[in-house]
């Protein structure tokens, strides 16, 4: 698994390590039912703090993505239905804004404002 950080970036850690977590499952290198890495393994790795993976882990169990069990590990449960069909879309859109020079909070504004 590929996972970085990047400390220049104005996204929070755990917004990064999430969205990347979800770009992997949605692209299917996790398949439903497959164990992530220990959580404090996977945090020494990538050199964050282990809540900060933490925090990205349970936003992934909030949108139904990951199951977490104390002692037993995360689990991949896959892609709820709705988020499926967006997430190649958000990521696409994302990625051009970068592109295009727009900072991670004017591309927050500009999906807000379609809201």
């Not at 390590?17 to 497959?34: N, P, S, V």
């Not at 993505?65 to 879309?89: C, D, I, N, Q, Y």
């Amino acid at each position: 698994m590929l996972l970085k950080v990047d400390l220049q970036s104005s996204q929070p850690l755990h917004e990064q390590l999430a969205g990347q977590l979800r770009k992997h499952i949605a692209d299917g290198h996790f398949k439903r039912g497959e164990r992530l890495p220990p959580a404090r393994s996977l945090a020494s790795s990538l050199g964050v703090n282990v809540h900060t993976l933490l925090r990205a882990l349970q936003t992934l169990r909030d949108e139904g993505l990951v199951e977490m069990r104390r002692g037993r590990g995360t689990l991949v449960t896959g892609l709820a239905p709705k988020f499926a069909r967006f997430a190649g879309l958000a990521q696409k859109l994302v990625l051009e804004a970068r592109r295009a020079g727009l900072a991670d909070g004017e591309i927050r504004k500009l999906i807000e404002v379609q809201l």
